[in-house]
């Protein structure tokens, strides 16, 4: 039984990872950027969850009503302004840009909000669960951040397949300059993938903010988990993201089950496994790891 | 290129150099400079002294980031493993009875030997995906040090064998220590990037496809490089440890070296030896300015970092470089037409 409840929980752990690791995909599919500050982009939606949106007088439950919007025009504007100047210089400078942005968003939440723990307050809902058996509980959170991680991948597949813009934002992912000769504004279309990544992220931030309590350093480990997520499923494939981000979810319960300590680097060995022995993951394809 | 009035080069015969002045003055200058940083425990106030300490422990993480980002190409953000790992080493082995000054070798060794292997893990990914794999792994080389109950677990432990110093004594051997193994690094890096190697890694750095059709052995040279860059960092976390010299897997292993180096190396540019150097200089300048202030000093100095980074990519030496054509530390050669009476340059830098 306890087995099962391994295998459950860390399902139900690896929704939110994937939930976490879509915009990061996206934004590495369609501009061919790691956004290192993706795990503070999270947190920050977390802080502003549990300070910003109290103050518009919105229960804290509501929050990804306003947050997700906000970030999303947030995500727009940080690409069409920072992280465009720096894709025009190279992917090198990409990197180097998103780190920085990562470190002082980190210390500046630190200064204005102090180490202290905080949580995304909706009441008597966190500790509701489902009781299967005498062993396994199932937290209604984790099984709601589950399900809107599936509605969320499923949402980005369709659109990306079916809808004109998503068919954009492919068209420019795969060959930039040829959707360019074809009329499309690149940097628009750069504009709308970040505005989507950050939506995303700031979803799983608020998800993150009720499940467990975080402070401004929350941000490093989350980059760390999606991006396991991405690299296990395989980069560029969203439900490969999805069963990574199980898999990974797993591997953490497994480790814990043997002792707490062993919870994260569990995964971080799963992840190391996949390299090894899979480096393009369990669903991508060889050639997007060497470009 | 930027001389515009270049006579006809072949009127001219050319000449090919290091450097626009002659090489003893650098000889002369780095004995001056080693001379006064090794006698400065004597001349300066103590305070200085363990201002100077911190400043060398990241000079050193600067320069060995500076090799592997600027030079070989490769943005880790997973050097603070290797600064942890370090500090770690020298615990070990001053638990198991040795000297911490004597350790640090054994310790730079250790990471050197542990580098190696994680490489043919890591060269299988490229750009943003090989830097968070290093943090991947400078989070699992944490983890691991935490679960080993010897060297103190989560809380830390304090490093033995410095007891029979006197506090002034320690102050001054640590001091020394630190310095003379910022010395060694910057002086190493100066001949590895003087040398053979160093022609590779400048080709590798300005157009790898070309460089690996010209026969440039690119993936074993960065695999060097990369060991190179871990025992240097190991040896920063070595130092580290002793001017601690309390050991805790939280400062050790702390995302903020990582932060530091690149940001020094960002700010006074990379791909120079000088860059890290200036700054290094401007980070403790902000640091003991705003040291009141909590973390803005760090803030204030990522913001500048991702200005310079999108503004001015070759950061402050680069733009000292670019506009007078000077190198304090010349590591590739320049082709001047040289005649009687003048000598015009051609090309600002052949490297």
Same mark, same amino acid.
């Given at each position: 039984?306890?087995?099962?409840?391994?295998?459950?929980?860390?399902?139900?752990?690896?929704?939110?990872?994937? &939930?976490?690791?879509?915009?990061?995909?996206?934004?590495?599919?369609?501009?061919?950027?790691?956004?290192?500050?993706?795990?503070?982009?999270?947190?920050?939606?977390?802080?502003?969850?549990?300070?910003?949106?109290?103050?518009?007088?919105?229960?804290?439950?509501?929050?990804?009503?306003?947050?997700?919007?906000?970030?999303?025009?947030?995500?727009?504007?940080?690409?069409?302004?920072?992280?465009?100047?720096?894709?025009?210089?190279?992917?090198?400078?990409?990197?180097?840009?998103?780190?920085?942005?990562?470190?002082?968003?980190?210390?500046?939440?630190?200064?204005?909000?102090?180490?202290?723990?905080?949580?995304?307050?909706?009441?008597?809902?966190?500790?509701?669960?489902?009781?299967?058996?005498?062993?396994?509980?199932?937290?209604?959170?984790?099984?709601?951040?589950?399900?809107?991680?599936?509605?969320?991948?499923?949402?980005?597949?369709?659109?990306?397949?079916?809808?004109?813009?998503?068919?954009?934002?492919?068209?420019?992912?795969?060959?930039?300059?040829?959707?360019?000769?074809?009329?499309?504004?690149?940097?628009?279309?750069?504009?709308?993938?970040?505005?989507?990544?950050?939506?995303?992220?700031?979803?799983?931030?608020?998800?993150?903010?009720?499940?467990?309590?975080?402070?401004?350093?929350?941000?490093?480990?989350?980059?760390?988990?999606?991006?396991?997520?991405?690299?296990?499923?395989?980069?560029?494939?969203?439900?490969?993201?999805?069963?990574?981000?199980?898999?990974?979810?797993?591997?953490?319960?497994?480790?814990?089950?043997?002792?707490?300590?062993?919870?994260?680097?569990?995964?971080?060995?799963?992840? &190391?496994?996949?390299?090894?022995?899979?480096?393009?993951?369990?669903?991508?394809?060889?050639?997007? &790891?060497?470009? | 290129?930027?001389?515009?009035?270049?006579?006809?080069?072949?009127?001219?015969?050319?000449?090919?150099?290091?450097?626009?002045?002659?090489?003893?003055?650098?000889?002369?200058?780095?004995?001056?400079?080693?001379?006064?940083?090794?006698?400065?425990?004597?001349?300066?106030?103590?305070?200085?002294?363990?201002?100077?300490?911190?400043?060398?422990?990241?000079?050193?993480?600067?320069?060995?980031?500076?090799?592997?980002?600027?030079?070989?190409?490769?943005?880790?953000?997973?050097?603070?493993?290797?600064?942890?790992?370090?500090?770690?080493?020298?615990?070990?082995?001053?638990?198991?009875?040795?000297?911490?000054?004597?350790?640090?070798?054994?310790?730079?060794?250790?990471?050197?030997?542990?580098?190696?292997?994680?490489?043919?893990?890591?060269?299988?990914?490229?750009?943003?995906?090989? @830097?968070?794999?290093?943090?991947?792994?400078?989070?699992?080389?944490?983890?691991?040090?935490?679960?080993?109950?010897?060297?103190?677990?989560?809380?830390?432990?304090?490093?033995?064998?410095?007891?029979?110093?006197?506090?002034?004594?320690?102050?001054?051997?640590?001091? &020394?220590?630190?310095?003379?193994?910022?010395?060694?690094?910057?002086?190493?890096?100066?001949?590895?990037?003087?040398?053979?190697?160093?022609?590779?890694?400048?080709?590798?750095?300005?157009?790898?496809? @070309?460089?690996?059709?010209?026969?440039?052995?690119?993936?074993?040279?960065?695999?060097?490089?990369?060991?190179?860059?871990?025992?240097?960092?190991?040896?920063?976390?070595?130092?580290?440890?002793?001017?601690?010299?309390?050991?805790?897997?939280?400062?050790?292993?702390?995302?903020?070296?990582?932060?530091?180096?690149?940001?020094?190396?960002?700010?006074?540019?990379?791909?120079?030896?000088?860059?890290?150097?200036?700054?290094?200089?401007?980070?403790?300048?902000?640091?003991?300015?705003?040291?009141?202030?909590?973390?803005?000093?760090?803030?204030?100095?990522?913001?500048?970092?991702?200005?310079?980074?999108?503004?001015?990519?070759?950061?402050?030496?680069?733009?000292?470089?670019?506009?007078?054509?000077?190198?304090?530390?010349?590591?590739?050669?320049?082709?001047?037409?040289?005649?009687?009476?003048?000598?015009?340059?051609?090309?600002?830098?052949?490297?």
């Amino acid at each position: 039984m306890t087995w099962a409840n391994i295998l459950i929980q860390g399902a139900l752990v690896g929704g939110f990872y994937a &939930l976490f690791a879509c915009g990061l995909s996206l934004m590495f599919g369609v501009m061919k950027v790691i956004n290192l500050a993706h795990g503070d982009i999270a947190v920050v939606a977390a802080y502003s969850a549990v300070f910003l949106v109290p103050k518009l007088h919105v229960a804290q439950l509501w929050a990804f009503l306003v947050v997700v919007p906000l970030f999303a025009l947030i995500g727009y504007v940080v690409q069409r302004t920072l992280l465009q100047k720096a894709i025009d210089r190279d992917p090198f400078t990409t990197l180097l840009v998103t780190f920085g942005l990562s470190v002082v968003i980190e210390n500046l939440l630190l200064e204005i909000y102090s180490a202290n723990g905080q949580s995304v307050n909706i009441g008597e809902l966190v500790a509701k669960s489902w009781q299967v058996n005498s062993v396994i509980y199932v937290s209604d959170v984790s099984l709601v951040v589950l399900g809107v991680a599936v509605l969320v991948l499923g949402a980005l597949q369709l659109f990306l397949s079916r809808t004109s813009s998503g068919r954009l934002i492919r068209a420019v992912s795969d060959d930039r300059e040829a959707a360019q000769l074809c009329g499309a504004n690149y940097k628009h279309v750069f504009g709308v993938a970040a505005a989507i990544a950050f939506a995303t992220v700031a979803l799983a931030g608020i998800a993150f903010g009720i499940s467990t309590e975080f402070d401004p350093t929350a941000g490093g480990i989350n980059l760390l988990y999606a991006f396991e997520a991405v690299v296990i499923g395989g980069i560029g494939s969203l439900w490969g993201t999805l069963v990574g981000g199980i898999l990974l979810g797993v591997a953490q319960q497994f480790g814990a089950h043997f002792n707490l300590e062993y919870q994260t680097l569990a995964g971080n060995a799963l992840f &190391l496994i996949v390299l090894a022995v899979r480096p393009q993951g369990l669903f991508g394809r060889r050639v997007s &790891l060497n470009e | 290129m930027s001389d515009t009035t270049l006579p006809q080069s072949a009127e001219l015969p050319l000449l090919v150099e290091r450097s626009t002045f002659s090489p003893i003055y650098t000889l002369v200058g780095t004995v001056v400079v080693f001379a006064f940083f090794t006698a400065a425990p004597w001349i300066l106030a103590s305070s200085w002294v363990s201002v100077l300490s911190n400043f060398f422990v990241l000079l050193i993480m600067a320069t060995m980031w500076n090799l592997l980002a600027g030079y070989a190409g490769m943005v880790s953000i997973g050097q603070q493993g290797f600064v942890g790992l370090g500090a770690y080493a020298t615990l070990y082995f001053a638990i198991k009875g040795m000297s911490p000054f004597v350790a640090i070798p054994f310790a730079v060794l250790a990471c050197a030997i542990i580098a190696y292997p994680i490489t043919y893990l890591l060269f299988r990914l490229r750009g943003g995906y090989f @830097a968070v794999a290093t943090w991947v792994i400078a989070d699992s080389a944490m983890l691991l040090i935490l679960t080993v109950a010897l060297l103190g677990g989560g809380t830390g432990k304090y490093l033995p064998g410095l007891t029979n110093l006197s506090p002034s004594e320690l102050d001054h051997d640590t001091y &020394l220590a630190t310095w003379f193994v910022a010395f060694v690094v910057l002086v190493a890096t100066y001949f590895i990037l003087r040398s053979r190697l160093g022609l590779v890694l400048s080709s590798l750095r300005d157009n790898e496809t @070309a460089a690996r059709s010209s026969g440039a052995k690119v993936t074993s040279t960065r695999r060097l490089i990369y060991v190179i860059a871990g025992a240097g960092c190991g040896a920063a976390g070595s130092v580290l440890a002793i001017s601690q010299p309390f050991v805790q897997p939280a400062n050790a292993f702390s995302l903020n070296w990582a932060a530091e180096m690149l940001f020094a190396s960002m700010i006074g540019g990379m791909g120079t030896i000088e860059g890290p150097i200036i700054g290094c200089i401007i980070f403790f300048v902000l640091q003991q300015s705003l040291q009141n202030l909590g973390a803005w000093y760090l803030i204030i100095f990522g913001a500048v970092a991702v200005v310079i980074a999108i503004w001015q990519p070759r950061g402050i030496w680069g733009l000292i470089r670019d506009t007078t054509h000077f190198e304090l530390l010349p590591v590739g050669y320049r082709v001047s037409a040289s005649s009687l009476s003048s000598r015009r340059r051609v090309s600002r830098d052949a490297n």
